[in-house]
Nanobody, 129 residues
Framework: QEHVAESGGGSVQAGGSLTLSCPASFPGDIYDSNCLGWFRQPTGEERQGLAILFTGDDRTDYVDSVKGRFTISRDKVNNTLNLHMTNLRSEDTAVYYC????????????????????WGQGTQVTVSS
């Protein structure tokens, strides 16, 4: 399966900001995914769902640890999925992935990896204190 490439990762000091982006159209995504999300995986840990966006009603949802600091959005003109991250902490250090899937209704778009069929290749974010 071909993966899309996220961009915007890198190293930043605690308190800083980064914006991650990936194409909102994934190779092989002929069904026009309506559930878009961002995940991260720290070294040696499981993949964690951070934020989702359901395109049908623009509903968003965030894990508690990033609420108020991270914002998921879709740029319809450039067809990209973005994650704007502020007030970054050392515990935000991880590989970050964008993902897409198709669900029947808004409530089914959840921060669970099994809801997503298409994944980005991952980009490293390192936050130093």
């Amino acid at each position: 399966q071909e993966h899309v490439a996220e961009s915007g990762g890198g190293s930043v000091q605690a308190g800083g900001s980064l914006t991650l982006s990936c194409p909102a159209s994934f190779p092989g995504d002929i069904y026009d995914s309506n559930c878009l999300g961002w995940f991260r995986q720290p070294t040696g840990e499981e993949r964690q769902g951070l934020a989702i966006l359901f395109t049908g009603d623009d509903r968003t949802d965030y894990v508690d640890s990033v609420k108020g600091r991270f914002t998921i959005s879709r740029d319809k003109v450039n067809n990209t999925l973005n994650l704007h991250m502020t007030n970054l902490r050392s515990e935000d250090t991880a590989v970050y992935y964008c993902a897409a899937g198709r669900v029947g209704r808004s409530a089914h778009c959840q921060r669970k990896p099994e809801r997503f069929l298409y994944w980005g290749q991952g980009t490293q974010v390192t936050v130093s204190s």
